[in-house]
């Protein structure tokens, strides 16, 4: 009988030696931490591995700590779930975590209804303070973006809010970071995925876009006629300078070409003279000879404009003579050297 009591208190006491080892032994997965509390009081974190804890003394705390997803409902709508990032084991994820929100509505200053959608990417950096400073990270953050949101989109203009997207998530983001920074969270990035309008809003601002679209058409196609007035004019401006450059380089050609003539005539009309001149200075009785022949010309021209023509030998003679007589005081002066 003591040896069966024996074995079974041998039996029990392996099993209380398992369970003790089971549950004293924690696996960590990778990018992950677990917080320990002693006695009610935290007391470390486990990190990525295998560690160990003392059972019954020590509690592996499963902190609330949730996101939101975006997926599609059974009716096909779009809806925002929410998710709890820690696991039973009490896991707290280290990597970076993607919260996409539920749409929030907002009022712009213009008083029209506004749906921005955001996206925020931000990751654990603390997981003490991730659990004690706040009481469910997910939801602060989701509250602490709407109401940055509805702030911003509550200062702006639809016009505005349309161009402003970057400008609205840096805001939210400067928001959630300096909240955040208590909360042992780092804010990574903040986008503006949509930001969608009441039916009326939207109709509004789709007229107002095609008339835009449609003044700057006409505004661009009025100023392609006029510069392609301006080229035609410039054409025709150029092509009457260069007419009127060409005409003038032309009559320059033949007033040169004039005077390149008329000075050559002078030219040799003064070397005439001036041979005819040297020839009386040497031989005075040429100009006798010359008013001679200059008689027997005018006395030549009227035999022929008379109707009775009367050729006389002397005085055919006497012309031949005379200009005989030119041409050798001439021939003489000019081979004669100076």
Do not use: H
């Not at 409902?73 to 919260?99: N, Q």
Request: glycine share 4%; hydrophobic share 45%.
């Amino acid at each position: 009988m003591s040896e069966y009591v024996s074995t079974i208190f041998f039996l029990v006491l392996v099993s209380v030696a398992v369970v003790f080892a089971l549950k004293s032994l924690q696996t960590v997965p990778q990018a992950n931490v677990r917080i320990v509390e002693r006695l009610g009081r935290y007391n470390r974190t486990l990190n990525p591995g295998i560690n160990f804890i003392i059972p019954f003394f020590d509690l592996v705390l499963r902190p609330d700590i949730s996101t939101y997803d975006k997926g599609i409902s059974e009716t096909g709508a779009t809806s925002a779930r929410l998710r709890y990032l820690s696991s039973p084991k009490g896991d707290v994820p280290l990597a970076e975590i993607i919260m996409d929100p539920p749409e929030i509505d907002a009022i712009s200053r213009d008083n029209a209804l506004v749906y921005p959608d955001s996206i925020v990417y931000f990751r654990i950096v603390d997981p003490v303070k991730a659990v004690y400073e706040i009481e469910n990270l997910g939801i602060a953050l989701f509250k602490l973006i709407e109401t940055t949101l509805r702030q911003q989109v509550g200062v702006l203009n639809a016009d505005q809010i349309i161009v402003g997207r970057e400008s609205i998530g840096n805001a939210i983001k400067n928001a959630l970071e300096e909240a955040s920074d208590a909360w042992g969270v780092s804010i990574t990035r903040v986008e503006l995925e949509e930001i969608r309008f009441d039916k009326e809003v939207t109709s509004a601002l789709s007229a107002q876009r095609a008339a835009e679209l449609e003044g700057r058409a006409l505004v661009a196609k009025q100023e392609r006629e006029r510069e392609a007035t301006v080229i035609a004019a410039e054409a025709d401006k150029r092509r009457v300078i260069l007419a009127a450059e060409a005409k003038f380089e032309q009559e320059r050609l033949e007033a040169e070409a004039d005077f390149l003539k008329a000075s050559r005539a002078l030219e040799g009309q003064a070397k005439g003279t001036e041979a005819l001149a040297k020839a009386f200075a040497s031989n005075p009785t040429a100009v006798i000879a010359l008013e001679a022949l200059k008689a027997q010309v005018e006395v030549a021209k009227a035999i022929g404009e008379s109707n009775n023509t009367l050729i006389i030998p002397e005085q055919t003679a006497g012309l031949f003579g005379a200009i005989e007589s030119i041409r050798k005081i001439t021939q003489l002066k000019i081979s004669d050297p100076e």
